[in-house]
Nanobody
Framework: QVQLVESGGGLVQAGGSLSLSCVASGRTFARYGMGWFRQTPGKERDFVAAISWSGGSTYYADSVKGRFTISRDNAKNTVYLQMNSLKAEDTAVYYC?????????????????WGQGTQVTVSS
């Protein structure tokens, strides 16, 4: 069982930056691939970024490539999402998720555990 708690969301102007964190409970964090997804009202949850269990592989949605960076610290049971050059269309609730395959996958079906989400609002 893994519990995930996101933090770091907030309000920022377009062009600004935010850093999200996701802390996982349990001793097996290092076995899990981790991902960030986002959702706006009335829309499906979209993939943002993912990182493999070792951190050696990362994968990004085209819409955030070059602006967002995912990283992890297995000693701290934490995964991060650094978001730069934010745009109004990045506004969403951001969710952290863990997959038992240990992979950097964009497929939400592989993710077994999800956090409660943190709101990111980018004003234009």
């Amino acid at each position: 069982q893994v519990q995930l708690v996101e933090s770091g969301g907030g309000l920022v102007q377009a062009g600004g930056s935010l850093s999200l964190s996701c802390v996982a409970s349990g001793r097996t964090f290092a076995r899990y691939g981790m991902g960030w997804f986002r959702q706006t009202p009335g829309k499906e949850r979209d993939f943002v970024a993912a990182i493999s269990w070792s951190g050696g592989s990362t994968y990004y949605a085209d819409s955030v490539k070059g602006r967002f960076t995912i990283s992890r610290d297995n000693a701290k049971n934490t995964v991060y999402l650094q978001m730069n050059s934010l745009k109004a269309e990045d506004t969403a609730v951001y969710y952290c998720a863990a997959n038992g395959a240990g992979a950097s996958t964009s497929d939400s079906r592989y993710y077994n555990y999800w956090g409660q989400g943190t709101q990111v609002t980018v004003s234009s």
